[in-house]
């Protein structure tokens, strides 16, 4: 079975960020990937997403609407929405 697929929409690409909606059905997935730059994250809605790391570990994170967080570039993984409803957050990079 393939995985359900989050969905990107990027709202700003220019010289210094990219601003991206990302959307998740449940159960849906970012897929793979590693960040190329730092980057910050705000939940549009409140709850929990799996994070899946390049050795297969798992951790789960509870995200609140509106308190968002900072990563360095280099973070490895994919992103699953845990939920049973749809989950979103805008995630900017800072290039």
Known sequence: MIPKQAVPTIQCDNKCTRVTEWRFSPGAATGYHRHEYDYVIVPITSGQLKLMGPDGSTTVSELSAGVSYFRNAGVE??????ND???S???VEFK
Request: zero cysteines.
């Open 85 to 87: 409803h749809e989950f």
């Open 77 to 82: 993984h994919d992103v699953i929405n845990a």
């Open 89 to 91: 957050f805008v995630e």
